[in-house]
């Protein structure tokens, strides 16, 4: 199978999502011991839409986040470019569109929020995915940002650290359908920036208010932000 690198090559990741499609959902369960099911409800709340208003969910997978969304009566659309994750998605009701967070196909100004969970990180150039998002955002609408992180408790994010690296792989080999894509994913959040430098990189691209919360522990946290006036 084709296993990213930390280069983040657009078209290797693709073709890796591509991959894990099949079972991605359960995996994303199976690893999060269910607690990705709470962290999309609470991303929910904090992005607070209302009918009538339009929210791209940027790095939609399978559209299980989007389909969620739209139960508020907002237009929400998917997009993703992995074609995998979105043929995996039809059926939710929800319009799907390919696209490169780095080179998102709207016009500038079109949502009144943006969200994307677990895939900013995957995106080879974070500063330049940030400031796509604020482009096609609306002045003073809103960002929702879910990635994983950095544990807040030392002796807890050691623990953690050994379990990405090691217990992980293990488990994705029990349910994936490409396990070894889980050791990409594994570098990838353990190189990931502390909550605090990820906060300036989004304050640096269009983006006020910028604020972060850390849910279990700082294993995943939620950055929120507004769109600059122009």
Known sequence: MTRASLDKLPSDVASMFDQVAPRYDLTNTVLS???????????????????????????????VSTAELAHSGAEVIACDFSLGMLREGRGRGVPLVAGDAMHL?????????????????NVADTAAGLSEMARVTKPGGRLVVLEFSHPTWAPFRTVYTEYLMKALPR????????????????????????????????????????RWRNLTGGIVTLHHALRAAR
């Open 33 to 63: 011991f269910a607690q990705d099911r709470k962290w999309r409800a609470i991303t929910a709340d904090v992005l607070d839409l209302r009918p009538g208003e339009r929210c791209l969910d940027l790095a939609a997978g399978t559209a």
């Open 105 to 121: 196909p709207f016009p500038d100004a079109t949502f009144d929020a943006v969200t994307i969970s677990f895939g900013l990180r």
């Open 171 to 210: 488990v994705a080999r029990a349910v994936s359908s490409a396990p070894d894509a889980y050791v990409y994913l594994a570098e990838s959040i353990r190189a990931w920036p502390t909550q605090e430098r990820l906060a300036r990189t989004v304050a640096d691209t269009g983006w006020n208010a910028v």
